[in-house]
């Protein structure tokens, strides 16, 4: 956008930008006169939804941040929290929900790339990473392309940085067509006293720019993000950066040795809207003024403007302000990695930020209220209506179970990942315990003897959707329990929240609600939220995505030598559910797959119930008197045993001829709580007898045994039809998709 700095600001403009009118109004009071074509671009940048939450500031800030381990809570660039010994764990999620839907490769890639400079900006060392994936329908004809560009982009950066991807989701839903789901998390591990944070200090000290040069890719991409997609959606292509992670890899090794030196006061990484963001929000934090001289800013095309440079989202920059001491010693590692180190500004006393450019003052403006008094909204919103009560006999019994298990198993959305996490490099750095496939990827912490890391990332949002209050528990609950099925005890959360438009009052009640229950089961279960991502507007021609609140959890094992897993249970083992029967179908996937029922609420979440059963297991775990653990969510009990069956090729006699309510509820449905166990059969008396003094619901199941999954007379089904099943569907589709596509 090759427009000179001083032209007239018009209505069209301003709405290209991204700016209301009555926003507008707001710049001209703030400032006392027209803007600048530049600081018009600095304003959008720093006042669209993606950068200042403006929708959503009011009900994050309801959420529990605070408990004995938290370091670091929001605001930073990823939290931080405690796991003894000196150690922390840095992490966070992000979405790159708008770009890889524009550009499947390089929006995932980079979306890759930023959340791991997030938590290395912090000065910690990534060990981890998770990505959850939403997209269209199968037979929806986009749907092949983006699966494949974004697992691609996933793994092609990922891979290369050189960090493990430990877990994550992938789902199909028709509701995605038109507007894909990509959030990325990354943790990394530091020393409590060697984190580093945004904030400025000190007048007149340098500032400066790190890492890869700035070019045209990205401009305006934070405003991209903030708007719903229409028919020119691929104009916006130039909007999407592109990512080198053999220069982040450089870029992080440097960062960790400059960090080293003492020579780091402050160091932010340039996310959306680049260099603008990183030098307000370093500057704002500080209570100083920033001066920057565009003319010093390595640069990889001509003629850029300073417009250009300012909103340019180019990946692998940083910013810091440095000691100046150590000026030379700082410039000597970045050269030696072959990377950029330019000094291009300084602090000031006067809480302005001005930005040169050819001699010419560009922007000149408060910092302060770049940030602070970006508009806030409290945006109307209604509650959302709720499905009546439904009972067990509204939904009918399966003609034949054994067909029903079996589509449940190869359906798009229960079905083996395998073909996505086998292009992720899941082994590198030597630390991961478990392969994805399991309840949450375990990381051994390289610096201990025995600890380890868990992490688990979840939400259902047909729950969300049927009931956003029950759905926002629900997402934190599956995490945790998930993260206990392991042995972990789960430590706290990142939250990436996507919805649709936040100015459609039935969104925004969506929001509100599931923010609730969100706080409320984060409340419940010591599990609070220290970092996190809004990601709204999430629409295409004004089809809302379903509403999808992600929950990615941290979870401390002290021994991993306990680790309890999916597939290693014993021949001859007693199997034990813990948690009530099954009796809940509403808004399950027997009700949705196999009925093709959506009617019905979604399960309530009993956060006391949730607390007390996972307690109890993790206890079991952590006293080695558990042989494998699983827990049970989407499908039910069924589907629980299936895959633990195939994950330990071994088969399991199962009786429920004397459990409460109706078989097919028994078996499919996804009451909340529980989990399955499986324990040396001299040692199922005692660890129900300790159930029942702990006052925790259990039922005795049956015996691991033979090649087959056999319940009653209701289901007899082998391990190898349960495998080819649960095996078959992801390549088919990627490979031989047409005539599947065609037939689903």
Same mark, same amino acid.
């Given at each position: 956008m090759?427009?000179?700095n001083h032209?007239?600001?018009?209505p ?9 009118p009555?926003?507008? +109004?707001?710049?001209?009071a ?8 530049t600081e018009?671009?600095?304003?959008s940048?720093?006042?669209?939804e993606?950068c ?7 009900w994050?800030k309801?959420l529990?941040?605070?408990?004995p ?14 796991i003894d ?7 966070? &999620?992000e ?5 890889s839907?524009?550009e499947?490769y390089?929006?995932a890639? *980079?979306g890759?790339g930023g959340i791991?400079?997030d938590?290395?900006t912090m ?6 990473a998770?990505n ?6 199968p037979?929806?004809p ?12 996933v793994?092609?950066y990922g ?11 992938v789902?199909f ?6 507007n ?12 409590a006293?060697?984190?580093f ?5 000190g007048?007149?000290l340098?500032?400066v720019?790190l890492?890869?040069?700035t070019?045209?890719?990205g401009v305006g ?5 903030s708007?719903?997609f229409? =028919?020119?959606? +691929?104009e916006k292509?130039p909007?999407v950066?592109?990512?080198d ?5 450089c870029l992080?090794?440097?960062c960790? =040795?400059?960090m080293?030196?003492g020579?780091?006061?402050?160091i932010? #990484?340039m996310g959306a809207?680049?260099? *603008?963001?990183?030098?307000v929000e ?9 001066e920057?001289n ?10 850029? *403007?300073a417009?250009e440079?300012m909103?340019?989202e180019?990946?692998?920059?940083m910013?810091?302000?440095?000691e ?7 410039k000597? /590692?970045f050269v030696?990695?072959?990377l950029?180190?330019?000094?291009v500004?300084?602090?000031t006393d006067?809480?302005?930020f001005?930005?040169?450019h ?6 000149n ?14 945006r109307p ?5 709720k499905?009546?009560?439904?009972e067990?006999h509204q939904?009918p019994?399966p ?11 190869g359906s798009p ?12 490099? *899941? ?6 315990l478990?392969l994805?496939g399991?309840?949450?990827g375990v990381?051994r912490?390289d610096t201990h003897?025995t600890?380890?890391l868990?992490?688990?990332? #979840?939400v259902?949002p047909?729950?969300?959707?049927a ?5 926002g528990k629900?997402?934190?609950? +599956? ?9 972990a005890?789960?430590l706290?959360a990142?939250?990436?929240l996507?919805f ?5 009052p039935?969104? &925004?009640g969506?929001?509100v ?11 419940a ?8 991502n809004?990601s709204?507007?999430n ?22 030598s ?6 290693s249970?014993?021949?001859? #083992?007693?199997? /034990? ?10 808004q ?9 029922m959506?009617?019905?609420?979604a399960?309530?979440?009993d ?16 006293n080695?008197l ?17 895959e633990?069956a195939i994950?330990?090729n071994?088969g399991?006699e199962?009786?429920?001829s004397?459990a409460?309510?109706?078989?097919h ?11 399955v166990?499986t324990v ?18 259990f ?6 045994s ?11 089904v082998?391990?190898?039809?349960l ?5 078959s569907?992801f390549?088919q589709?990627?490979e031989?998709? +047409?005539?599947?596509a065609?037939?689903e």
């Amino acid at each position: 956008m090759h427009i000179p700095n001083h032209q007239p600001i018009t209505p069209e403009l301003i709405a290209a930008h991204g700016l209301k009118p009555d926003e507008y +109004e707001r710049i001209l009071a703030l400032i006392g006169r027209e803007p600048s074509f530049t600081e018009l671009g600095i304003f959008s940048a720093m006042w669209n939804e993606h950068c200042s939450y403006k929708s959503s500031k009011k009900w994050l800030k309801t959420l529990p941040t605070k408990g004995p381990r938290v370091i670091q809570g929001p605001g930073e660039n990823a939290g931080v929290v405690d796991i003894d010994d000196g150690d922390v764990v840095v992490f966070k &999620m992000e979405s790159h929900n708008h770009p890889s839907y524009i550009e499947p490769y390089q929006g995932a890639a *980079t979306g890759v790339g930023g959340i791991l400079r997030d938590v290395f900006t912090m000065g910690a060392r990534p060990i981890a990473a998770m990505n959850a994936l939403r997209f269209g329908a199968p037979d929806h004809p986009k749907t092949k392309h983006l699966v494949s560009g974004v697992v691609s982009g996933v793994g092609g950066y990922g891979n290369s940085f050189g960090v493990p991807t430990v877990g994550g989701e992938v789902e199909f839903d028709a509701r995605y067509n038109g507007n894909i789901l990509v959030n990325a998390f990354a943790a990394g591990l530091a020393k409590a006293d060697g984190i580093f944070l945004s904030e400025a200090k000190g007048v007149g000290l340098p500032v400066v720019y790190l890492g890869a040069k700035t070019g045209r890719d990205g401009v305006g991409g934070a405003t991209m993000a903030s708007a719903e997609f229409d =028919e020119t959606i +691929e104009e916006k292509r130039p909007t999407v950066q592109v990512g080198d992670p053999f220069t982040e890899k450089c870029l992080l090794e440097a960062c960790l =040795e400059l960090m080293a030196t003492g020579a780091v006061i402050a160091i932010q #990484d340039m996310g959306a809207a680049g260099l *603008t963001c990183s030098a307000v929000e370093m500057g704002a934090k500080g209570d100083l003024g920033i001066e920057l001289n565009l003319d010093q800013v390595p640069v990889r095309e001509e003629m850029m *403007t300073a417009y250009e440079m300012m909103l340019s989202e180019s990946q692998e920059r940083m910013l810091m302000v440095l000691e100046p001491s150590k000026e030379e010693v700082a410039k000597a /590692i970045f050269v030696k990695w072959g990377l950029d180190f330019a000094i291009v500004g300084k602090t000031t006393d006067d809480l302005r930020f001005r930005v040169l450019h050819q001699g010419e003052e560009v922007a000149n403006l408060p910092i302060k209220e770049l940030g602070d008094e970006a508009p806030e909204y409290d945006r109307p919103w209604k509650e959302p209506g709720k499905y009546p009560p439904m009972e067990a006999h509204q939904f009918p019994v399966p003609s034949d179970y054994n067909i029903a298990l079996l589509n449940l198993v190869g359906s798009p959305n229960q079905s083996s990942r395998r073909w996505v996490y086998e292009q992720y490099d *899941t082994l590198i750095q030597g630390n991961s315990l478990q392969l994805p496939g399991g309840d949450a990827g375990v990381v051994r912490v390289d610096t201990h003897p025995t600890k380890a890391l868990a992490f688990s990332s #979840d939400v259902t949002p047909r729950y969300v959707e049927a009931d956003p209050y029950e759905g926002g528990k629900q997402a934190v609950a +599956e995490c945790w329990r998930n993260i206990t099925a392991t042995g972990a005890l789960p430590l706290a959360a990142t939250d990436n929240l996507n919805f649709g438009n936040p100015e459609k009052p039935e969104i &925004m009640g969506q929001f509100v609600m599931a923010i609730k229950g969100i706080g409320e089961a984060c409340e419940a279960l010591e599990f609070p939220i220290v970092s996190g991502n809004v990601s709204l507007y999430n629409e295409t021609f004004g089809e809302a995505i379903l509403p999808t609140p992600t929950i990615a959890g941290v979870g401390l094992m002290s021994d991993w030598s306990k680790m309890a897993r999916i597939g290693s249970a014993n021949e001859g #083992d007693e199997i /034990i559910l813990i948690g009530l029967d099954g009796a809940h179908l509403g808004q399950s996937i027997y009700a949705r797959d196999i009925l093709g029922m959506r009617e019905g609420p979604a399960p309530e979440v009993d956060l006391f119930a949730e607390r007390r059963n996972g307690d109890f297991v993790r206890g079991l775990i952590q006293n080695d008197l558990v042989s494998s653990v699983h827990d049970i969510s989407s499908g039910g009990l069924a589907l629980a045993l299936a895959e633990m069956a195939i994950a330990s090729n071994k088969g399991a006699e199962i009786s429920l001829s004397d459990a409460n309510g109706l078989p097919h509820a028994n078996l499919f449905g996804e009451d909340q709580a529980r989990y399955v166990i499986t324990v040396a059969s001299d040692m199922a008396g005692f660890i129900c007898g300790n159930a029942e003094g702990a006052g925790v619901p259990f039922r005795r199941l049956g015996k691991v045994s033979g090649h087959a999954l056999v319940v009653d007379d209701l289901i007899s089904v082998t391990i190898e039809e349960l495998r080819n099943a649960h095996e078959s569907w992801f390549p088919q589709f990627m490979e031989g998709g +047409e005539a599947l596509a065609a037939a689903e």
